[in-house]
């Protein structure tokens, strides 16, 4: 058994079943990822002292990383396996030693040295060495034991990402200058779809109306021990019918702001692009996913994902559009660079994608598309790395630092989007423009930090509208 499988599944000892002797260990090959964690629970963000525990062909220079790394180990056996669940640390006395890096196999060896009946309390003599037996931390740790076992079985570890720089915060803090925005929320008939809206009100971001049946409403609030007694419900019976409502009562200026809540996109967005009773104005309405992205120094954002399928070089010129004036809203201070991507960087007349981006480009040069800076056709590497544009000799003040990634369609902007969500750590906001009030679409699958981030989104756009029309 490995050692995430030592973590998923747990069995504790409880102090009658410890014996003076037993012993436990756990052990870890060292990824970056791991000398970053050790770096920020022993305070140590030296970078000189992180580049150098993260190179395989280097030592740490710094005992605070080295032995943070180490004693998580010694904690991990203490947790999970000997005494396991259900125990408490009351001291530790260690001792560190040794230097560590990438690549490196620690493990972590606690023994049973005493026990002590009257406070359940066990010392426990703890190691850890490295692949070579250089030994990293030494000394002991008194726990109190358990009385009564615990097991645990498929235990899911955290998915661990750090950032260096946290974009959605930053929203969440230029919000609070705002007023709240009267916002809609359509059918939040589950946790997450009622809990993002709820903390968004708390926060004094939004207004909040929820639209949909009032029993399940309630239902789910009590089931998740959430407090709804502060807001207004409209209540509807179906999810067809509040998405109807809710844009109604956006029609009819009751709420300046719409939100998805746990009905399908189609419902809500049907509703919404009726010739009637819809929300339609002359702009193109388009989605837009605002990325926090670990890797990237910037958030991006990314048009559109969500809702235009296989736009037309006229539905491509106003997507670019709503998404610069969206990079405005949120407060970027200079001309939005607009990566239109492709699979390559030059025009082909075989690829319609590529002579999009050559039209789009001119569009921007004659003042069809305004308040930003385009150029395209690029591919994807070209668009975020500085270094990949320089290697194919491409030249443009957009590679590298593209703010607005244009895709093709919406099938290349949904895989991309969820390939950055899952396989590089990012999270999205997701906003609908071009409507007459902003729309926050979320994903069924979307985290309560993610609609919220959403909901920050949409009450920028929504400020910047107040303040053009005041103009």
Request: glycine share 6%; proline share 5%; charged share 20%.
């Amino acid at each position: 058994m490995d050692a995430i499988e030592d973590i998923k599944n747990m069995k504790n000892m409880t102090f009658d079943e410890i014996e003076v002797g037993a012993s436990a260990t756990f052990s870890r090959t060292l990824s970056l990822l791991d000398i970053e964690l050790a770096a920020l629970v022993s305070g140590d963000v030296d970078p000189f002292h992180i580049e150098q525990a993260g190179s395989a062909d280097s030592r740490a220079d710094s005992n605070t990383i080295d032995g943070a790394a180490a004693a998580v180990l010694i904690s991990i056996a203490i947790g999970t396996k000997l005494p396991g669940p259900g125990m408490h640390i009351r001291s530790q006395d260690l001792s560190f030693q040794g230097k560590i890096s990438t690549g490196d196999t620690l493990e972590a060896t606690v023994v049973v040295a005493k026990k002590i009946e009257e406070n359940s309390e066990v010392i426990l003599d703890c190691r850890c060495v490295n692949q070579d037996g250089l030994k990293l931390v030494t000394g002991n740790v008194t726990v109190t034991a358990p009385r009564h076992s615990i097991t645990y079985s498929n235990v899911v570890p955290p998915e661990i990402t750090l950032r260096r720089s946290d974009e959605f915060v930053k929203l969440l803090k230029a919000c609070e200058k705002f007023p709240p925005v009267p916002c809609a929320v359509a059918y939040p008939c589950d946790h997450d779809s009622l809990l993002g809206p709820i903390e968004a009100a708390e926060r004094g971001i939004i207004q909040l109306v929820l639209v949909g049946p009032e029993d399940r409403i309630r239902e789910v609030a009590l089931a998740g021990g959430i407090d709804i007694s502060p807001y207004r419900i409209v209540s509807v019976p179906s999810s067809h019918e509040a998405a109807e409502k809710a844009v109604e009562m956006a029609r009819n200026g009751e709420v300046d702001a719409l939100m998805k809540g746990s009905l399908h996109t189609d419902e809500l967005m049907g509703a919404i692009v009726k010739s009637d009773t819809g929300l339609r104005t002359a702009q193109r309405i388009s989605h837009v996913f605002v990325m926090d992205v670990p890797a990237y120094p910037r958030p991006i954002l990314i048009t559109d994902a969500a809702i235009n399928i296989f736009p037309k070089l006229e539905d491509k010129a106003g997507i670019v559009q709503n998404a610069v004036d969206l990079a405005y809203a949120l407060g970027i201070e200079r001309r939005p660079k607009v990566a239109i991507l492709c699979a390559v960087e030059t025009i082909n007349p075989k690829m319609p994608s590529t002579l999009d981006a050559a039209a789009l480009c001119k569009m921007a040069d004659r003042g069809q598309i305004t308040g930003a800076i385009l150029d395209g056709p690029l591919a994807f590497d070209n668009a975020i790395s500085l270094a990949a544009a320089q290697r194919k000799g491409i030249s443009s003040p957009v590679a590298g630092q593209a703010d607005i990634l244009l895709v093709p369609d919406m099938e290349a902007g949904n895989m991309l989007a969820k390939q950055l969500s899952y396989l590089a750590g990012a999270e999205g906001a997701g906003i609908v423009l071009g409507a007459r009030v902003p729309v926050v679409l979320t994903s069924r699958a979307d985290s309560v930090r993610s609609r919220l981030a959403s909901i920050a989104v949409m009450a920028m756009v929504a400020a910047a509208s107040a303040r053009q029309k005041a103009k």
